[in-house]
């Protein structure tokens, strides 16, 4: 049995709220989903276990207007795509899936060829939405992330028929891309104009390394029970630790604990100090 910590007990913001255009995005989103024909019915069977308009709407709950929210369920059912097909894929079909996805991202108004692989017609949409909607300096932003995301996601590939085990610094570097969470962040600000002085400030760059980390230590701590299973464990940081100290999987477990502790101190105190002392 794999003990799994509590890792915000100490967390010291209110309970979660979820955005009031949640109802209605959801049908929206997913009538959007389910109208690619083409989409392999296992692709379908994913999207049915999960509610990702509720994680949309969980991690944007102050977004003012339902076609930003709609952007964000659009990129999160482009990152399943991607995510699902290139897990099963060998690194050069992979490869090939990314190429069209990157080729969609930056051309929003370019005709997808006949024949290509639905994705490349989803994120083709799903960029133009968010060139019409999001703000002028947030759209760029996403465009460099996401294709950053892209092209960590054919790396992974490779690593993936390697069995390729990094070391723990590496490792987090390796997940701030491929974990996705890059356009995410970028994201954030859909309903803002915000310089680049102010997006790339050292203080903002530092607590969006720190959420990346947190949100590395809590998914692989999750997930590591179904990687070991299926054998994709090797690019578990749960894994790593056990490589790299000689660790039991409780152990490292209790190392992921104790370090998500450490990243959630810093987060909260970089907040309090950098980012309000030196951000206008």
Known sequence: MIYLPDTMTNWPWPPRAVNPHYEAVKIEA???????????????????????????ALAHPTVSK?????????????QLVVDEVTDRSTAAGAKVIVDIVIDALHNPYKIRPEGEYIVGEMMRQCSARAMQTISTTCYPRFIDSFTTYLRAVAVEAIDREQRHCLGIDDHFKYRWETGGMLPWFALCGMEMNLPDEVYHHP???????????LITVDNDMVSYNKEQADGTDYNSL????????????GSAMGWAAAYHIKLETRFINGLATSVNSHIP
């Open 238 to 249: 749960i894994t790593v630790v056990v490589v790299e100290f000689g660790l039991d999987i």
């Open 66 to 78: 339902i076609e930003h929210l709609r952007v964000g369920c659009e990129v999160l059912d482009v």
């Open 30 to 56: 997913s009538f959007w989903f389910r109208g690619f024909e083409t989409l392999d019915p296992e692709l379908l069977k994913v999207f049915d276990k999960y509610d990702l308009a509720y994680t949309v």
């Open 203 to 213: 203080a903002i760059v530092d607590m969006l390394e720190c959420a990346a980390d």
